[in-house]
């Protein structure tokens, strides 16, 4: 089986409503689809969200890597020499770790179909079902909490909430999100590099002491101030973990040194796919720490391929996989099926994704 072409285009899909963070606000998901046609005809199926503020990987950025380097340096590659053709992935151009997350998880969608077993059971996994939280906007405490309990109506159990717009807010934003759902929610927040070392330490102990019982606390300072994190994670009552400040492996393995951090946030947009994101796995699985897989703002295909990871990995404990949620309509054709918080695995091969609707393609 060898890749006879590399395809790419837009696809466009509304959100239920926009989506704020402390670095943005977006009301729809517009990401690169990527199609990886072998010579035996099957189809390998990629995404990419351009989340230039995350990520640098701006929608042209990703457009020209698969271009300029992705595709030239696979077209033609038998892919009975899967790892080489994985290795050529990241090996091909330096960053754009979102263009190569998109070709990775296309080529394990192939692999997969060529062999006719879906990912997560190569990888070893049993579990067939998980549950996602879902993102909470940062806004006004009342609004956030009329949000909060739309998500819990929903079905919802744990909210993710987006902090660190107006910091002296915040604390008054968890006390009334904690009073509008039952005791039972799980409240964890995201401060998207927000806080200052010190101003996180006041903030989420001030939380634990009014009793907001909030599960953890995503990336609270600058995501290159990795002595700032450790200062917040020795101080803090509530478990830090570690997001904008681990991209790859490398970045993993030096937080888990130095104990920056009490948890590793996996996104396969940051590590570059599904092959760099197994080594974050094992070596949080060497120094027994818990992960999260999480997602940008993106679509059904990449959120996807997120989930075969998450039901292979045990140490893969809490699940951010809300985006196709937040989505007002899905244009995919098979893959996981996303019903309000479940995620429900297929045994169809590879990543099971068939097709993806309204993208026009192109190629070199
Ligand atoms: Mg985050």
Request: charged letters at 25%.
């Amino acid at each position: 089986m060898k890749i006879a072409a590399i395809e790419w285009g837009r696809v466009s899909i509304p959100l239920r409503t926009p989506f704020k963070t402390a670095l943005r606000t977006v009301d729809s998901v517009e990401d690169i689809i990527v199609k990886i046609t072998a010579d035996t005809g099957e189809e390998g199926f990629g995404e990419a969200p351009p989340t230039g503020v995350i990520t640098g990987d701006t929608a042209e950025a990703i457009c020209g890597a698969l271009k300029h380097h992705l595709a030239p340096s696979l077209l033609g590659w038998d892919m009975d020499d899967f790892e080489g053709a994985c290795r050529r992935v990241q090996t091909a151009l330096v960053h754009n770790t979102s263009a190569k997350a998109a070709v990775d998880m296309a080529l394990w969608d192939l692999y997969g179909k060529r062999y006719g077993m879906p990912v997560f059971r190569m990888l070893g996994g049993g579990k067939t079902h998980i549950v996602s939280d879902i993102t909470v906007s940062v806004n006004p405490p009342e609004e956030m909490a009329r949000d909060a309990k739309i998500a819990v109506e929903r079905g919802f159990d744990c909210i993710k909430v987006k902090v660190g717009v107006n910091p002296a807010l915040d604390v008054e934003r968890l006390a009334a999100i904690r009073a509008a759902v039952p005791p039972e929610t799980v409240l964890r927040i995201d401060a998207n590099q927000a806080w200052t070392p010190k101003e996180a330490v006041r903030i989420l102990n001030g939380m634990q002491e009014k009793g907001l019982e909030i599960e953890l606390v995503e990336q609270p300072v600058k995501a290159h101030d990795l002595e700032g994190l450790k200062y917040v994670t020795e101080r803090s009552f509530v478990p830090v973990l570690a997001d904008e400040a681990v991209f790859g492996p490398e970045d993993a393995l030096k937080i888990l040194q130095t104990r920056a951090a009490d948890l590793i946030n996996i996104k396969l947009m940051k590590c570059g796919g599904i092959t760099n994101a197994l080594k974050i796995v094992t070596l949080a699985e060497l120094f027994g720490v818990e992960c999260m897989i999480g997602c940008m703002l993106e679509g059904p295909v990449a959120v996807n391929a997120a989930a075969h990871l998450a039901c292979a990995k045990s140490v893969i404990t809490k699940v951010d996989l809300d985006g196709p949620m937040l989505c007002a309509s899905n244009p995919v054709h098979g893959g996981s099926r996303f019903e309000g918080k479940d995620i429900f695995m297929t045994e169809a091969p590879g990543l099971g994704v068939e097709k993806v609707d309204g993208v026009a393609y192109r190629t070199l």
